[in-house]
């Protein structure tokens, strides 16, 4: 099914097809419930790993830019924590993010996945939307790889309407699977327009401007939280120590040495991340050795110990030791 756009900008359109067009260049940030694969497609229009994508709800801690570099536009892509009713002051913190971010970008993407059904949780977040006045607002289907096309235009449609009933328009409607890399750069595509006429804000190789450390720590966090029982993924918090090249290597086969700290709140969880003799940390250990070093393209030494921060999510000095 091709985009169903409710406002293309012809105009636009025709500038860049003259190759007059202005360059453009901002920000953008995709919304929607947890696991409503955000940051599935910030990878998939970055076009590499660069957001933590884990089929648990509330993986995203850190607010991960990834910089989509086009002829025409530049698109930095903001991905925020999911929005939810607050249970702890961590919760309560990246609510506070979320509403920040909102304020501050050039176009806002809602996620709402093509196999699930409208929920409470999809329209609080459409009604806080609805607030904000001025920044154009895009709904994106995501996962249509999961439907047919009789349940995708049930979607489409109750989007459509659920932007009328709170009194707005949705800029544009489209579905997309990032799974698939079905529409993912007619996305870009329509993005492109809305953002402000700009020069490049950032050089041309730049994929993410965070910090590595703090990459580096989503990632070995993503792999830890891979196969865990459901009780863990709010309690996971990774922090890397610190990264320091080996010394004495010959300059053509440098080693980084990765010192990181994973935290929990329990003694009793420990069992579970490190596992029977082990084996479970030393598979989070290689497994996010190997994303580190396709990210770094350096190989990596890397020293991994759990550690038992006592209930730290409702703890406000032990949320700023941890970043939050």
Known sequence: MGAMSVRPDTEAA???AAGTAPHRAGFACFVGRPNAGKSTLTNALV?????????????????VRGIVHRDDAQLILVDTPGLHKPRTLLGERLNDVVRTTWAEVDVIGFCL???QKLGPGDKYIVKELAGIKKTPKIAIITKTDLVDSKQLAEQLLAVSRLGEELGFEWAEIIPVSAVKD???????DLIA??????????????????????MVAELIREAALEGVRDELPHSIAVVV??????????ADKPLLDIHANVYIERPSQKGIIIGPKGKRLKDVGTKSRKHIEALLGTPVFLDLHVKVAKDWQRDPKQLRKLGF
């Open 47 to 63: 076009g590499q790993k660069v957001a933590i994508t884990s089929n648990r709800p509330q993986t995203t801690r850190h607010t």
């Open 193 to 214: 327009p809305l953002l402000p006429e700009s020069p490049p804000l950032y050089p041309e190789g730049d994929l993410t401007d965070e910090p590595e450390m703090v």
């Open 113 to 115: 996945p093509a196999d």
């Open 241 to 250: 120590e610190e990264m320091l090249p080996r010394e004495g290597r010959p």
């Open 182 to 188: 079905t529409q993912v750069d007619l996305l870009g």
């Open 14 to 16: 025709a500038q860049q």
